[in-house]
């Protein structure tokens, strides 16, 4: 009788992926494969706007675009996957492992996580922003980035929702925490693989305004990733944080790079402060009190079926 690797679901995504683990060389193909998706994407948005009124691509492209990005490292796991799981071992790209939480008490610690983590971000944010805007050169560029994302999050709310919240929540996930972190874990120590994986985080966001922010809740998400192997608490983490900065920008004079320190008088500013650093030190401690099965994190292995 003969044990091999479960063969992979057709319609399952994580499945399909759960046998490959990249390390160094892994992640520079993942992230050259990210970048010719975006070539790719930014080809096929040239011909919609050629073909197409302006300001119908302007609103809609996203849509169709913003995917396109991941569809070339997805081809290409899926298939170094397929022959891997011939003879590697595989290791789930979402597990649950929640220690002596529930379901329902986990995602509740993970939304207080999340707000409590936007809210501590802010003076980081705040002066990473006075340094990168030092000179007028910069602050030009910093202008019409934020020019940029207007016009990203400027078109219909469900368009804007949809990209930013849901898709950047999915396939930003899969690529950072599923594909990087996961593959990082079986291999190095969990402290060097969650800052791995927050600086690719960082960088592919293309921009030093958004790399900081994207580095602190990066961390955050690959120390929950580790402690539960939950795929989908970091997409949750991922779609509130995201979903925030669209609901500011589309219904208020606010835009995700207007800082709290900027419009909350200065004693309530730190009260409200000092609460979200108590909140997000007690979620922390939460996630820490999970207990880990193996030194890699809560990440399962594939099981395997007789043949």
């Known amino acids: 009788m003969q044990l091999r690797a479960r063969r992979v679901n057709n319609y399952d995504l994580y499945a399909n992926h759960a046998w490959y683990t990249p390390y160094w060389k892994g992640l520079f193909a993942l ?23 302006k ?19 997805m081809v290409w796991v899926a298939s170094k996957s397929q022959r891997n799981s011939l003879f590697e071992t595989g290791y789930k ?26 809210v501590s971000a802010d003076l980081p944010n705040y002066w990473n922003y006075r340094l990168t805007t030092a000179t007028p050169a910069m602050k ?30 999915i396939f930003e996930e899969w690529l950072c925490r599923g594909m990087i ?35 602190i809740i990066g961390v955050i998400m690959g120390f929950v ?11 949750l983490i991922h779609f509130i944080n995201n979903g925030i900065s669209v609901i500011i920008g589309q219904f208020s004079s606010l835009t995700e790079y207007d800082f709290l320190k900027d419009i909350i008088p200065a004693p309530y500013y730190a009260i409200i402060y000092v609460v979200s650093l108590i909140v997000l030190a007690g979620a922390l401690l939460a996630f820490k009190s999970i207990p880990l099965e193996q030194c890699r994190g809560n990440i399962d292995t594939v099981s395997l079926v007789e043949e």
């Open 31 to 53: 992230l050259g494969w990210f970048f010719v998706g975006a070539l790719i994407g930014s080809i096929i948005e040239a011909i919609l706007m050629a073909i197409l009124p």
């Open 55 to 73: 300001d119908l691509v302007m609103d809609y492209s996203m849509v169709i675009v913003y995917p396109l990005q991941f569809i070339p490292a």
């Open 93 to 118: 790209l979402s597990s649950k492992h929640f220690g002596k939480f529930t379901t329902w008490q986990i995602a509740l610690i993970t939304v207080a996580l999340t707000l409590a983590s936007m």
């Open 140 to 169: 030009e560029l910093y202008d019409y980035f934020i020019e940029l994302m207007q016009q990203m999050i400027g078109g219909p709310f469900w368009s804007s929702f949809l990209v930013i919240a849901v898709f950047a929540a």
């Open 181 to 215: 972190l996961r593959g990082f874990l079986t291999k190095m120590k969990p402290g060097a693989a969650i800052i791995v994986s927050a600086l690719f985080f960082a960088v592919i966001h293309l921009n030093p305004w958004q790399a900081l922010n994207a580095f």
């Open 225 to 235: 990733y580790y402690k539960t192997g939950c795929l989908w608490l970091t997409m």
